[in-house]
């Protein structure tokens, strides 16, 4: 089965920066739909950032210009580069995989992953 892995969260102060990272197993990145979801502490969950098959990319206008989602080296690695980073950005992080777009079909993501938590304080 699907597994999707995420790591690289943890504490920075406003400002700082931390790359994420999403090990996918039985899965391939370049050839399927990859995101970055989040949920901030009693809120609902929304996507940050998604990276098609084909390359494209979109971004949560919150994060433009200040996250870049990356299909690393490794056939299985997405990761989210997070700059400039705010309180606003508090939050559990998800990877999410799917083979199809998922936004054209009304539903979520296929596979997600377990989340990582990341935690910027003024």
């Known amino acids: 089965s699907v597994h999707l892995v995420e790591s690289g969260g943890g504490s920075v102060q406003a400002g700082g920066s931390l790359r994420l990272s999403c090990a996918a197993s039985?899965?391939?990145?370049?050839?399927?739909?990859m995101a970055w979801f989040r949920q901030p502490p009693g809120k609902q969950r929304e996507e940050v950032a998604t990276l098609g098959n084909d390359g494209r990319t979109r971004y949560a206008d919150s994060v433009k210009g200040r996250f870049t989602i990356i299909k690393a080296n490794a056939e299985s690695t997405l990761d989210l580069q997070m700059e400039s980073l705010i309180p606003e950005d508090t939050a559990m992080y998800y990877c999410?995989?799917?083979?199809?777009?998922?936004?054209?079909?009304?539903?979520?993501?296929?596979?997600w992953g377990q989340g990582t938590q990341v935690t910027v304080s003024s």
């Open positions: 039985r899965w391939s990145v370049r050839s399927s739909y």
């Open positions: 999410a995989a799917d083979s199809f777009p998922w936004w054209s079909f009304g539903r979520e993501p296929q596979y």
